[in-house]
């Protein structure tokens, strides 16, 4: 099966996290014009930059900054095919444990920063009655996780947003999708403790970590014309059974 995206134009947020970077770099290949907003890791905004994805830095925990982005990008680029929203962070402490602003910060970028991106580039999408927006969800929102009440709660958020973006944006010709990986090899995940990945690949039928090359290869694959009539729905990328 062949995936272009030639011809489409494509902003990622969360662009220099190991599944942003991964989807761009399939995109790329692709065909596709591509777009990412970051907010730190300016070494691999320089790399992507030399592969020719537009980069923009953004803080996409402020809505004003979230919607500033999208306006940036559709001045440069005209239209947008498709958002992808891959910004993430986690501040994993037990609830008794959990400050107001670990709570606070994890909310903010997850679901602030997709709601005020989402808001930012429907209109656009509606108005050429064609667009898709993408948001990797996790597992956690799924069946939650000791100690992420924070990030259980914004990706269970991320999934029932997604839901209902997609029933008020299909009258459009806009579809809206959730993506979920399991425990990904990742910046984010470099800081659990050893016991946490063997739990997960104890939880694996499989018996293996996620991989971020497979995640963005799905993303690809999901925007691409091969999956046309595909919206609100949550796609569990994988080998746990929950």
């Known amino acids: 099966m062949v995936v272009t995206l030639e011809g489409k134009k494509i902003l990622a947020t969360g662009a220099t996290g190991a599944i942003g970077r991964s989807f761009l770099e399939h995109a790329l290949e692709a065909g596709a014009w591509t777009a990412g907003a970051y907010h730190q890791s300016e070494g691999e905004a320089v790399l992507l930059r030399g592969k020719g994805v537009f980069m923009l830095q953004a803080d996409l925990r402020d809505r004003l900054k979230a919607r500033n982005l999208i306006q940036e990008v559709l001045r440069e680029c005209g239209s947008l095919d498709a958002l992808v929203y891959s910004a993430g962070n986690v501040r994993d402490r037990t609830l008794l444990k959990m400050t ?116 963005g290869s799905f993303v690809t694959w999901l925007l691409s014309e091969h999956a046309e009539g595909i919206t609100g729905q949550v796609f569990h990328l994988d080998s746990r059974i929950p």
């Open 100 to 215: 107001d602003e670990e709570w606070d910060d994890v909310l903010r970028l997850h679901l602030e920063g997709l709601y005020a991106c989402a808001q930012a580039v429907l209109p656009s999408m509606k108005a050429r009655r064609s667009g898709q927006i993408v948001a990797i969800a996790s597992l956690s929102g799924l069946i939650g996780r000791a100690g992420q009440a924070n990030y259980s709660a914004a990706k269970a958020g991320t999934i029932g947003f997604i839901k209902s973006l997609a029933r008020e944006a299909g009258r459009f010709g806009v579809r809206a999708n959730a993506v979920c990986p399991g425990f990904v090899d990742s910046r984010m995940t470099k800081q659990a403790p050893p016991e946490a990945w063997e739990r997960a690949k104890a939880d694996s039928a499989l018996g293996t970590i996620s991989t971020a090359q497979v995640v």
